[in-house]
């Protein structure tokens, strides 16, 4: 059974950074697409950012130049580098990876930036 924890959500300033990791466990396939997405309060769930399994990677525009997606194959983990945090970045990020034939989700991590 696959299981994805994610982790490295938290509350920031405006213009600070932070780190969100995305740890696959219970699968001896590698990953393969990955994505990061957010859902803020009352909206629906968008995508932003994805890497694909030849390491091409393509951001949302609201994100671009900000945040950087990468993935580390021999740990399993999927990251989501994020810079120069703006408040309407106040959500919570979901990872989806393809593993095993599958898509997973993982839990969420909240992400606030607030002064």
């Known amino acids: 059974q696959v299981q994805l924890v994610e982790s490295g959500g938290g509350l920031v300033q405006p213009g600070g950074s932070l780190t969100l990791s995305c740890a696959a466990s219970?699968?001896?396939?590698?990953?393969?697409?990955s994505d990061w997405y957010r859902q803020a309060p009352g909206n629906l769930r968008d995508w932003v950012a994805g890497?694909?399994?030849?390491?091409?990677?393509n951001y949302a525009d609201s994100v671009k130049g900000r945040f950087t997606i990468s993935r580390d194959n021999a740990k399993k983990t999927v990251y989501l580098q994020m810079n120069s945090l703006k408040p309407e970045d106040t959500a919570v990020y979901y990872c989806?990876?393809?593993?095993?034939?599958?898509?997973?989700w993982g839990q969420g991590t909240q992400v606030t930036v607030s002064a």
């Open positions: 989806k990876i393809f593993i095993g034939h599958m898509y997973y």
């Open positions: 890497i694909g399994s030849r390491g091409n990677t």
């Open positions: 219970g699968s001896s396939f590698s990953i393969e697409d």
